[in-house]
């Protein structure tokens, strides 16, 4: 098994153009879950879906969109970058939300905007 | 507001003890988790704790204190490969998971 995976790893944008992450598991997890990292702060949630078909929004959902349109994949969509998207992204899954299910964690995706 | 805090760095020799604090104010309680960052990589899942206690696993151990808000990771025989970011996280009341920003362990030989 592969757990989760991101596409692409490292990735260097101007100001104003698009892009989209992919997030893919292949545990049959339920729950997904986009995160970014930024130096001296916790993980933030961006978007999470509980399902295939569903998407909602977490504690910085603007400027980011995602789409869920197969139990596997996650994408995370950026229509227009700025510098303040600069950071990592992480792309996690569990098997449902509740606890105790741990979330795994794919490798980051690190998005530099120009 | 929901808050989480852990120390920003710590350091510990090899063959020892660290005892790394988490305190956290959060809307709801549905677990405390403990994760394992190495510079670079991704989150790993080290240890969870929803009741009041301690539970150990091999050199680490978590415990509780949810009348406090407050946690522990005790990790014992310190190795070098233990340097790492741990990151404490509680899951709140709409079970989602609020982060604290890590505690980097620097192990020195």
């Known amino acids: 098994n592969a757990g989760v995976t991101q596409t692409p790893k490292f990735r260097v944008l101007k100001t104003g153009q698009s892009m989209t992450l992919l997030c893919a598991q292949d545990m049959n997890h339920e729950y997904m879950y986009w995160y970014r990292q930024d130096p001296g702060m916790g993980l933030r949630l961006i978007h999470y879906s509980v399902g295939e078909g569903t998407t909602a929004k977490g504690e910085v959902p603007d400027g980011y969109n995602v789409s869920r349109l197969k139990k596997q994949n996650f994408l995370l969509g950026l229509e227009s970058a700025a510098p303040s998207q600069t950071s990592v992204y992480f792309c996690?899954?569990?098997?449902?939300?509740?606890?105790?299910?741990?979330?795994?964690f794919g490798p980051g995706t690190r998005l530099t905007v120009l | 507001g929901q808050n989480i805090d852990q120390p920003t760095e710590m350091t510990a020799t090899e063959g020892a003890i660290v005892q790394i604090n988490c305190t956290y104010q959060t809307s709801g309680f549905n677990g405390l988790f403990w994760y394992q960052q190495h510079a670079g990589e991704a989150p790993t899942f080290l240890s969870y704790n929803v009741l009041d206690g301690l539970e150990e696993k091999g050199r680490f151990s978590s415990f509780l204190s949810r009348s406090k808000g407050y946690s522990y990771l005790l990790l014992k025989e310190l190795q070098m490969k233990d340097s790492a970011s741990y990151l404490c996280?509680?899951?709140?009341?709409?079970?989602?998971?609020?982060w604290g920003a890590g505690t980097k362990l620097i192990i020195k030989p």
């Open positions: 996280a509680v899951m709140d009341s709409n079970y989602q998971l609020i």
């Open positions: 996690a899954s569990s098997p449902d939300g509740t606890s105790p299910n741990e979330q795994f």
